[in-house]
């Protein structure tokens, strides 16, 4: 199945539809490091993170790990670790993982630019939680605690993350 992701802030799984919140920059079709666009695009899911501190494991059919306070992931476009996931400390520029807030608690990567990636097109795109009021994000896509427990107990592989540029 895939999740419908539309530049105006909805989603669709099936039949159910969530509010989320996108990139402060909207959805793009040309993604930049550093320029706060959700990519558009097609990508399979690829994993499940989570903080099995705070959350139990999700319900899910996709490969999943817990996060650890050391997890970081690679934002340097410079590096040959470029969108990967890597162990903090870290020598490059690398988002941490182990967050304060909740954002992180629960995290969908999907294969965007790791195919293999290609330097300056995006990093760490994922689907992650939302604020309490859906803030823009730095290019990811955020839902609802709820809502991604949702898709991820119904998820498997072969599931896809289709952002588009058009409104619902």
Not at 129 to 148: I, K, M
Request: hydrophobic share 45%.
């Amino acid at each position: 199945m895939d999740l419908l992701v539309f530049a105006n802030g909805f989603a669709l799984w099936g039949d159910a539809r969530f509010r989320c919140a996108l990139g402060a920059a909207g959805v793009q079709k040309e993604k930049c490091e550093g320029d706060r666009a959700t990519p558009e695009g097609v990508f399979p899911f690829r994993r499940v993170l989570y903080r099995a501190d705070r959350l139990a494991a999700p319900n899910t059919r996709l490969p999943m790990a817990a996060i650890a306070p050391e997890d970081g992931w690679c934002d340097d476009p410079g590096h040959r670790a470029y969108n990967q996931p890597v162990a903090l400390p870290f020598a490059a520029s690398a988002e941490r993982l182990w967050r304060e807030d909740a954002l992180y608690d629960l995290v969908l990567i999907p294969g965007h630019n790791d195919a293999p990636a290609t330097p300056g097109k995006g990093s760490a795109i994922f689907v992650h939680l939302a604020d309490a009021a859906y803030s823009p994000t730095e290019g990811c896509v955020a839902l609802a605690l709820a809502d991604l427990q949702k898709i991820l107990s119904q998820a498997g592989p072969g599931d896809r993350l289709c952002l588009s540029a058009d409104a619902l």
